[in-house]
């Protein structure tokens, strides 16, 4: 009965190592709840739809202000010139704009008395999100003949735009995968500085006179080399499987180096506050995993209720995604997403010195 | 901070290592009980003590490698608590397990080590060759660490502690685990390092320290239980004196005529042990003559460390 005593081990180990127990249980629960949360119940997602009043009647108005406005699933941004709006949707800052056409209001009034009208509307959207836009028509849709009492479809003139090339899924996917990759270079971090810690090399390594943020960057500089591989390996496979990068490559590059430094820099964080290679890894995956579905790596953030995108804007994958998809998809340049850009530099920047403080409170315990 | 602790704002020029009302408390659990330690310059000193008497926690406070509860202690004039990187400029460290990268070869590691304590390139190639030739490696230094035996992990553990040529050195039981040879050869080594470097070494060998060191601290539940030199702490014994004897015809009527006259008598396999405040050699062949032991020969025992560790404490160092 060997195998049973080994068993007994295992099984006592596991048992006696109460935080790591703890991730183990804590793992499967917390992607149930964030599951539930983010995609459970009758949660709608939540569009930016920019519109243009060319008919500006007492009726557009009102249909803009209180049909609109009280469709769930869609945020209103008036505009007053179309260019406005469509440079609006090439930088990705609005999913679709509609254009309410003169004589639109007379229509409306005439269904309302006769209960017939011909009532047309012009939406322009990004068709790089297909599901997104087809949700967008039909919620647009079902406004306006509610607004209008009547029961068949009205006209809606679409136009798709696909701002420099044809759209891909591959195209769409690929940089969240990407920003995926980088994520798990949360426990690659935390692992390396943890097995130094475990096998006692650390403690030798802090009898020299090393600084705190020394240590933080060494280990951070080797795993940096190993995320620009990465990052190259990553567009390289994606290249091959027929993702194009519409808008520079360097500025990709840039976003998913970012994204891989503030990666290793919670990695660091993890590592300081663990004492074991098991308590880390689990620490680290409890936090990726459930960081990776808020952050739209495979569903888009929209889908999901306000709280939870808020939670997701607060870490910097969110950014990275819909970055790396604006260059990527759309070829939007460096001023577009310089807002994503400076958030994930300084989360970078304050991660390693959260990292570091912390690593000097536990250089001495 | 205490009436002592604030003495240690006083630089002294003497010391190498002072420690003053030296505490810490683990959850609860007393591990160093207030340690007032002066350790001179050049001196080697060895602290005694079963496991668990809070010898390596000690250190560890002194390698600034663990803040202590209370108290503070200065090493070569700087304080633990205020300036731990001083500190561990002028330290070397043999810490009790292998700390060693196990994926860098020997000269790898050794390189490392003494480049972070800033050591320049041309001289670590010089100190790292001279150390690996003294701690019977050069043959091996270009081989991965975990290729390694136990004993040539643990001698190149003490290399990594003596590469940039510390001015102090911790070795916490650095001939643990070594064969016989390996530990003599150490041994050897760190005599000769003796008056050169202070040396604060741990040790659960009684010879070792009895050997090496110029003075010794026994310590004990987190307390120095006693303080001096060998010779000080085993003349503390000479109050009681011990004779073992070996003779044939040890019968019950010769052991009962010694317990008869002397406080302590022990019978093991032929080898009798008196002990008693005052013992004459002679006058105890005599009587076990008279009693009718045939006497093969005979001897006084020095006491040892581990003597006067048994006296102070009432158990055994490996307890």
Same mark, same amino acid.
């Given at each position: 009965m060997r195998f049973w005593q080994l068993s007994l081990r295992s099984f006592k180990e596991t048992y006696r190592d109460p935080l790591a127990l703890g991730f183990l249980l804590a793992f499967p629960l917390m992607f149930m709840l964030l599951f539930g949360a983010a995609f459970g119940g009758d949660t709608a997602p939540s569009y930016t739809i920019g519109v243009i009043d060319e008919d500006q009647t007492t009726v557009s108005q009102s249909f803009v202000s209180e049909a609109l406005a009280s469709v769930p699933t869609i945020e209103i941004t008036t505009f007053t010139e179309t260019n406005t709006a469509l440079e609006q949707l090439e930088l990705g800052d609005l999913r679709a704009y509609i254009v309410l056409p003169e004589g639109f209001g007379e229509q409306v009034l005439l269904s309302w008395q006769d209960g017939e009208a011909d009532i047309a509307l012009n939406i322009t959207y990004d068709e790089s999100d297909l599901m997104a836009s087809e949700q967008i028509i039909a919620s647009i849709n079902t406004a306006t003949r509610a607004f209008a009492r009547i029961e068949i479809p009205v006209t809606i003139n679409a136009n798709p735009i696909n701002i420099e090339t044809e759209i891909t899924n591959i195209d769409y996917i690929a940089p969240g995968i990407i920003i995926f990759g980088l994520l798990i270079m949360i426990p690659t971090s935390a692992r390396i500085m943890l097995r130094d810690k475990e096998n006692r090399f650390l403690s030798r390594l802090l009898t020299t006179p090393t600084r705190p943020w020394e240590f933080i960057s060494s280990y951070s500089l080797s795993l940096v080399a190993i995320a620009i591989t990465q990052i190259i390996v990553f567009i390289l496979l994606g290249w091959l499987f027929g /993702?194009?990068? *519409?808008?520079?490559i360097l500025l990709a590059f840039l976003i998913f180096l970012l994204t891989a430094i503030c990666s290793i820099g919670v990695g660091m964080v993890i590592a300081s506050l663990t004492k074991s290679e098991n308590q880390g890894e689990s620490l680290s995956w409890l936090f990726s995993m459930p960081l990776a579905i808020v952050s739209g *790596?495979? +569903?888009? *953030?929209? +889908? /999901?209720?306000s709280y939870i995108q808020t939670l997701a804007h607060a870490f910097p994958f969110s950014h990275a995604v819909d970055a790396a998809r604006a260059v990527i998809t759309r070829g939007v340049g460096l001023e577009a997403v310089s807002g994503d850009l400076v958030f994930l530099a300084g989360w970078a920047a304050g991660i390693f010195i959260l990292g570091t403080i912390l690593f000097g409170r536990t250089m001495r315990s | 901070m205490t009436g002592r602790a604030a003495k240690a704002t006083g630089v002294n020029d003497t010391f190498a290592i002072e420690t003053f009302n030296l505490t810490k408390i683990f959850d609860g659990c007393l591990?160093?009980?207030g340690i007032d330690l002066a350790i001179k310059k050049g001196e080697l000193f060895a602290l005694l003590g079963p496991n668990g008497a809070g010898k390596t926690t000690t250190i560890n406070m002194l390698c600034c490698l663990l803040k202590p509860t209370g108290g503070t202690a200065r090493v070569m004039g700087y304080d633990i608590n205020q300036e731990p990187y001083k500190i561990k400029e002028v330290i070397g460290v043999s810490p009790q397990e292998t700390t060693l990268s196990e994926r860098l070869n020997a000269l790898e590691n050794l390189n490392l080590i003494g480049r972070l304590h800033g050591i320049s390139p041309r001289k670590l190639k010089t100190w790292s060759k001279l150390m690996l030739e003294t701690m019977g490696l050069a043959e091996r230094a270009r081989d991965q660490v975990r290729k390694f035996s136990g004993g040539m992990k643990r001698r190149l553990n003490i290399a990594l502690a003596l590469i940039h040529n510390p001015q102090i050195l911790f070795l916490d039981e650095p001939t643990l685990g070594l064969d016989p040879q390996a530990r003599r050869a150490v041994r050897q080594y760190i005599a000769r390092l003796n008056g050169d470097k202070t040396i604060l070494l741990t040790t659960h060998y009684m010879d070792e320290a009895d050997f090496l060191a110029d003075r010794v601290g026994i310590m004990d539940e987190g307390k120095i239980a006693a303080l001096g030199t060998s010779v000080e702490l085993k003349t503390e014994m000479l109050a009681t004196h011990t004779m073992v004897v070996q003779a044939w015809n040890l019968t019950q009527k010769v052991v009962n005529d010694m317990r008869s006259r002397y406080t302590q008598v022990a019978v093991d396999k032929g080898s009798m042990t008196i002990s008693d405040q005052r013992l004459d050699f002679k006058e105890i062949v005599d009587q076990l003559h008279a009693a009718g032991a045939v006497v093969r020969s005979a001897h006084i025992k020095e006491p040892t460390l581990e003597d006067v560790f048994l006296k102070i404490t009432g158990k055994g160092l490996r307890e």
């Open positions: /993702m194009d990068i *519409v808008g520079s *790596v495979w +569903f888009s *953030v929209e +889908f /999901m209720p | 591990a160093v009980d």
